[in-house]
């Protein structure tokens, strides 16, 4: 892999999906900056920034690695300064030199998961990745530009069941492209949608996905992608309410669905709000041992591989004191007692409080307001409990 672009032509039959490639920057680039959408989200996002010289430099950029390096580095950078006390990684010396990888992790932030990955790639002079997004987050046309401007291909997920297999070989393919033919790694969460209660599973419909392409047999498909799972760590979930909400939503309604405002709002709401410390944890690449397995049977092969990375997830983990106290609130014991203070538990309680007060639905009970606490309680409990039993199975 290298820190500079090289000018490859997308095939024809990724080019719906593809990032924007070099020859396509300056163009984009123009017509975006032209968009009354995104010069509203620019504004909002960035409330002091000069909007004319922020369209000038964008002008300036010329290639995939001119927008990350100038661009996306220091927006992400600034983010880390004002929504977090500090981004820190480890383990990435898993990355072994020349090497592409699928970066699989769990899934907290729709937009942050896979910045603040590159961005620590990007502190280190590493190649950055390409990101996989659903096209159900891209509700404007700018947006889709923008995503694909920034390294992004698309997910499709609202296609009729029948070309749903045609959609997941084309990603299989592009994913296998991209790592064998381009030579750059990729990142993808572990499962469609974030997990609403932090109880972090690889979906097995992924994996099959990953594993449809090039070949016919899925566990040389698997060894080529070169699976390597990260950890990701909040210490605050700024979305936590929200997930709460929507509990409580399909409680009172099973069939309540989130609107495309919903997602816009939860975009702002990671992007912008509080997350205290965040960590990455790269665990090492586990097609060494899924070369071990010795089982060639599809199904066994994507159960295998799905316990890999759960375990590699689960295992790193990083926990702050709030883990500690929801989990033992949840299991209504002092097993953790050690791992945080008096203070600690106050400055806890206080903020599931606090973010309890913001959930805006109209009549709420008692019993309700104390089944959100549960369910928020569980979001920051259940990384302390799948640690505990990844832990107990080594």
């Given at each position: 892999m290298s820190t500079?672009e090289t000018?490859?032509?997308i095939p024809e039959?990724f080019?719906?999906i593809?990032?924007y490639?070099d020859a396509?920057?300056?163009?984009?680039i123009?017509?975006?900056?032209?968009?009354?959408?995104?010069?509203h989200?620019v504004?909002?996002?960035l409330?002091?920034?000069d909007y004319r010289?922020?369209?000038?430099?964008?002008?300036q950029v010329?290639s995939?690695?001119d927008f990350q390096?100038?661009?996306m580095g220091?927006?992400?950078?600034m983010l880390?300064k004002?929504?977090t006390?500090?981004?820190?990684?480890?383990g990435?010396?898993n990355?072994?030199?020349g090497?592409?990888?699928?970066?699989?992790t769990n899934?907290r932030d729709?937009v942050l998961d896979a910045?603040?990955?590159?961005l620590c790639f990007?502190r280190?002079h590493?190649?950055?990745?390409?990101?996989a997004?659903?096209?159900?987050?891209?509700?404007?046309?700018?947006?889709?530009?923008?995503v694909?401007?920034n390294?992004?291909?698309?997910?499709?997920?609202d296609v009729r069941?029948?070309?749903?297999?045609k959609?997941?070989?084309?990603l299989?393919?592009?994913?296998?492209y991209?790592?064998g033919?381009?030579h750059e790694?990729v990142w993808?969460a572990?499962?469609?949608?974030?997990?609403?209660?932090?109880?972090d599973l690889?979906?097995e419909?992924?994996?099959?996905?990953?594993?449809?392409?090039?070949?016919a047999?899925?566990?040389?498909?698997?060894?080529?992608a070169n699976?390597?799972p990260?950890?990701i760590?909040?210490?605050?979930?700024?979305?936590?309410?929200l997930k709460a909400?929507?509990?409580?939503?399909?409680?009172r309604?099973?069939?309540f669905?989130?609107?495309?405002r919903d997602?816009l709002?939860?975009?702002?709401?990671g992007?912008l709000k509080?997350?205290g410390?965040v960590h990455m944890?790269?665990?090492?690449?586990?097609?060494?041992?899924?070369?071990r397995?010795?089982?060639?049977?599809?199904?066994?092969?994507v159960r295998?591989?799905?316990?890999?990375?759960?375990?590699a997830?689960?295992c790193?983990?990083e926990?702050?004191?709030?883990?500690?106290i929801?989990y033992?609130?949840?299991?209504?014991?002092?097993t953790?007692a050690?791992r945080y203070?008096?203070d600690?538990?106050r400055?806890?309680?206080?903020?599931?409080?606090?973010?309890?007060d913001k959930?805006d639905?109209?009549?709420?009970?008692a019993?309700?307001?104390?089944?959100?606490?549960?369910?928020m309680?569980?979001m920051?409990?259940n990384?302390?409990?799948?640690q505990?039993?990844?832990?107990?199975?080594?």
């Amino acid at each position: 892999m290298s820190t500079t672009e090289t000018t490859i032509t997308i095939p024809e039959q990724f080019k719906d999906i593809a990032p924007y490639d070099d020859a396509q920057y300056r163009e984009k680039i123009a017509a975006l900056i032209q968009e009354p959408g995104f010069e509203h989200a620019v504004r909002y996002v960035l409330p002091d920034v000069d909007y004319r010289d922020f369209a000038e430099q964008l002008l300036q950029v010329s290639s995939q690695h001119d927008f990350q390096y100038k661009i996306m580095g220091p927006f992400l950078e600034m983010l880390v300064k004002t929504t977090t006390a500090g981004l820190t990684c480890d383990g990435l010396d898993n990355c072994r030199p020349g090497e592409c990888y699928t970066f699989i992790t769990n899934h907290r932030d729709i937009v942050l998961d896979a910045s603040f990955l590159n961005l620590c790639f990007i502190r280190r002079h590493m190649p950055i990745t390409q990101v996989a997004i659903g096209n159900n987050l891209l509700i404007y046309h700018w947006i889709a530009d923008l995503v694909k401007l920034n390294r992004s291909f698309i997910v499709k997920r609202d296609v009729r069941m029948t070309e749903a297999l045609k959609a997941a070989r084309q990603l299989s393919a592009y994913i296998h492209y991209v790592l064998g033919t381009r030579h750059e790694s990729v990142w993808i969460a572990q499962r469609e949608g974030r997990a609403k209660d932090s109880n972090d599973l690889t979906q097995e419909s992924l994996i099959k996905m990953v594993g449809l392409e090039p070949g016919a047999d899925i566990k040389p498909n698997l060894l080529a992608a070169n699976l390597l799972p990260v950890s990701i760590s909040y210490e605050y979930d700024p979305n936590d309410y929200l997930k709460a909400r929507e509990f409580l939503l399909r409680r009172r309604d099973p069939h309540f669905k989130k609107s495309q405002r919903d997602d816009l709002f939860s975009m702002e709401t990671g992007l912008l709000k509080y997350k205290g410390r965040v960590h990455m944890r790269l665990q090492p690449c586990i097609t060494p041992e899924l070369e071990r397995f010795s089982s060639e049977a599809r199904l066994e092969v994507v159960r295998h591989t799905c316990t890999l990375i759960d375990r590699a997830i689960h295992c790193g983990y990083e926990l702050f004191p709030g883990n500690y106290i929801a989990y033992d609130a949840v299991t209504a014991t002092r097993t953790y007692a050690d791992r945080y203070t008096d203070d600690d538990r106050r400055v806890f309680d206080d903020y599931i409080a606090g973010q309890l007060d913001k959930v805006d639905v109209p009549d709420i009970t008692a019993d309700e307001r104390e089944y959100m606490r549960r369910m928020m309680l569980t979001m920051y409990a259940n990384p302390v409990k799948n640690q505990l039993a990844a832990l107990s199975r080594r």
